[in-house]
């Protein structure tokens, strides 16, 4: 497994997750138990979605189109 992303907290990583699922790649989610020791305080992108090597290049395209288009992301998955 690659990390494909450090979200900023657990919520985009799981959004981010969803999506490449969505597309065909498997996601894991890490760093649940890291981001609740941590609390509301700052997170330090414990978050991270891992992908398996092989999938790796086709996440990183998924995840930098959804980067490019923040508003257009707000409107479909929400604020």
């Given at each position: 497994?690659?990390i494909?992303?450090r979200?900023q907290?657990?919520?985009e990583?799981?959004i981010?997750a969803g999506l490449?699922?969505a597309?065909?790649?498997?996601a894991?989610v890490?760093?649940?138990?890291l981001?609740?020791a ?11 979605v891992?992908v ?8 990183r395209?998924l995840i930098e189109?959804?980067?490019r ?7 479909q998955?929400g604020?």
């Amino acid at each position: 497994m690659e990390i494909a992303y450090r979200a900023q907290d657990i919520t985009e990583a799981h959004i981010v997750a969803g999506l490449l699922r969505a597309n065909g790649i498997e996601a894991h989610v890490a760093g649940h138990y890291l981001h609740g020791a941590m609390g509301e305080v700052g997170t330090l992108n414990l978050a991270q979605v891992q992908v398996p090597t092989d999938d790796f290049l086709a996440a990183r395209i998924l995840i930098e189109e959804y980067e490019r288009n923040p508003l257009e992301n707000e409107e479909q998955y929400g604020p």
